[in-house]
């Protein structure tokens, strides 16, 4: 298993840089936060468009073409219904 | 595109994914923060489609319409209300996709290395958990799914045989590379998603979103571990992290354990009444009370419930506060963790009532101004407020903690009725002597409050 010494190491590493980052999102916005990390987890998007170009078969094509969708939706709806709500923030008193 | 610059671009979106994270730290800069991240998702999918492995784009392009139609339609329909219902739904999504990457992967090369095959049984049973969980999250929700827990006798143990089913079929996947093996995991995980969510009371629904969100990003990252790919590796343990927090969070401000959400069915026992709830008498107040209350006060706090929000009566209560504040009261939100469905709900559904975001305090921030405080008005809320949380070591709630309201020096409760909270417990509040209850639907009883004050 070694050679999943690097790709782990990096999840450690990056889980470490997420608790730093997330822990100062003050609780105001922690449903912002959730719908766009949520959008951000939609990167599997990248696995899901490798995934439905390759040649393999009928069953993946269209399993391939069920994660492009998915994945997409997560991605688009969860940044613009993230921009949705952040637009809503004011600070200025109406 | 070149391997190598492929891999630095992808670097560049992970990057971009932590600055946005980074500018969420305030309500002044997150917006922009969120559209850096969708650059960075942007500037991923983009070198992902000039890809190496790809040979036709027919599925490719399908997909990516029918997709952002799909999403595009629910981000601008949604309710702030339904928020909770869809953000389920995209975490639903975005493990389902992790599921099926895997799924095709194994059906490219089912005779992979052994170290693929367990990231690929990984990445299946977690995205397959997320996906089923999500959606019955989402029924729950929606209310197409009893909100109550759903149980039966020997549950438990049905529960624990289809966890270890699924483990067992996940070793014959990641041992084999069998697609049939791969079939079982897919099957297994999404009944152990529907049946590992089903127990689980509507009143726990936050703490379930929020650690499902931190599972879609673990399945994300796992779907990482399978095409190799260091950016969904780093994005997916973002991911994972902030739902993790988010988690710990909610099951603090609900003095649980994770374990205790979920695995105890909370809220399945019938609700007992509070000792002698009948001798009591709480003191009713009409609206023209509550104005001259709120009005001659110096500081008012408002502790909005969700309640508040089934009412709709977030605009007449800001309406409400405009008042207050042109007569020269100082008002501020108290928001407890929990006041909505997900984290920071309430704050979100009084942005989208125009009430500024520093006008919203926090638990910790604002719990020491309750003593110096003329007035605290309670609308829709209960047990947040309850305290016997604090007071009374018997009740079911105690240890959970609260706001402070009976510290100020009146409290106006606005409620239907005497009617207990979701916990099914008295609220020895709503008797105290400095308490006055407006008996109301909040949006009517608000609204004839604001148009008291006017006659004032």
């Known amino acids: 298993m070694a050679e999943l010494l690097i790709p782990i190491t990096v999840f450690v590493l990056a889980s470490f840089v997420g608790f730093e980052v997330i822990t100062k999102v003050p609780p105001t916005l922690h449903t912002p936060l959730m719908s766009g990390s949520n959008a951000i987890s939609g990167i599997t998007i990248i696995g899901a468009i490798i995934a439905a170009g390759e040649d393999v078969g009928a069953v993946a094509a269209v399993l391939g073409f069920l994660a492009v969708t998915f994945a997409t939706i997560n991605v688009v709806g969860g940044f613009l219904v993230t921009d949705r709500m952040l637009e809503m923030f004011k600070k200025d008193r109406p | ?456």
Do not use: C
Request: glycine share 10%; charged share 15%; hydrophobic share 50%.
């Open chain 2, 1 to 456: 595109m070149n391997v190598t610059v492929a891999g630095y671009l992808y670097l560049v979106a992970a990057a971009l994914f932590i600055f946005g994270l980074k500018r969420l730290s305030s309500p002044a800069t997150a917006r922009r923060g969120n559209q850096l991240a969708a650059a960075g998702m942007l500037l991923a999918v983009v070198v992902t489609l000039t890809d190496r492995q790809i040979v036709g784009y027919g599925t490719i392009v399908a997909g990516l319409v029918v997709g952002s139609g799909i999403g595009a339609v629910l981000a601008r329909r949604v309710e702030m209300t339904a928020m909770p219902q869809l953000v389920a739904a995209f975490n639903g999504f975005g493990g389902g996709a992790s599921a099926l990457v895997a799924a095709v992967e194994l059906l490219r090369d089912p005779a992979s290395p052994l170290r693929t095959l367990v990231t690929i049984a990984l990445s299946a049973l977690i995205g397959a958990i997320t996906f089923s969980g999500s959606f019955v999250a989402y029924g729950k929700l929606q209310g197409i799914v009893s909100g109550k827990p759903v149980t039966y006798p020997g549950q438990r143990f049905v529960d624990l045989l289809i966890a270890l089913g699924t483990l067992g079929v996940a070793g014959w996947l990641a041992t084999t590379g069998s697609p049939t093996a791969l079939w079982a995991v897919l099957g297994a995980s999404l009944l152990l998603g529907v049946v590992r969510v089903l127990p689980i009371g509507g009143a726990d629904m936050p703490v379930v979103i929020s650690f499902l969100n931190s599972l879609s990003g673990v399945a994300a990252s796992m779907a990482g571990f399978v095409i190799d790919s260091n950016a969904l590796i780093i994005s997916g343990a973002l991911v994972g992290a902030s739902g993790l927090i988010l988690t710990n969070i909610m099951v603090k401000a609900m003095n649980r354990s994770l374990g205790n959400v979920l695995f105890a069915a909370f809220g399945a026992e019938a609700a007992v009444a509070g000792p002698g709830a009948g001798e009591k008498t709480a003191r009713s107040a009409t609206p023209e009370d509550v104005a001259i209350t709120l009005a001659y006060a110096r500081s008012v706090i408002i502790v909005p419930g969700y309640g508040l929000a089934v009412a709709q009566a977030q605009h007449v209560l800001r309406e409400l506060a405009s008042a207050l504040e042109s007569r020269g009261v100082d008002v501020k939100y108290a928001i407890h963790p929990v006041a909505g469905r997900m984290p920071g709900h309430m704050n979100v559904l009084l942005a989208e009532a125009d009430v500024p975001y520093d006008q919203l305090y926090d638990l910790e921030d604002i719990n020491p101004e309750f003593d110096h405080t003329d007035v605290a008005l309670v609308v829709g809320a209960n047990d947040v407020v309850n305290p016997s949380a604090r007071d009374d070591p018997s009740s079911p709630i105690y240890g959970m903690p609260i706001l402070d309201v009976d510290r100020a020096q009146h409290v106006i409760v606005v409620k239907r009725s005497l009617s207990p909270g979701f916990a099914g417990i008295d609220n020895p509040l709503f008797y105290l002597d400095k308490t006055m209850m407006l008996f109301a639907d909040a949006k009517k009883g608000l609204g004839e409050v604001v148009s008291a004050i006017a006659e004032l």
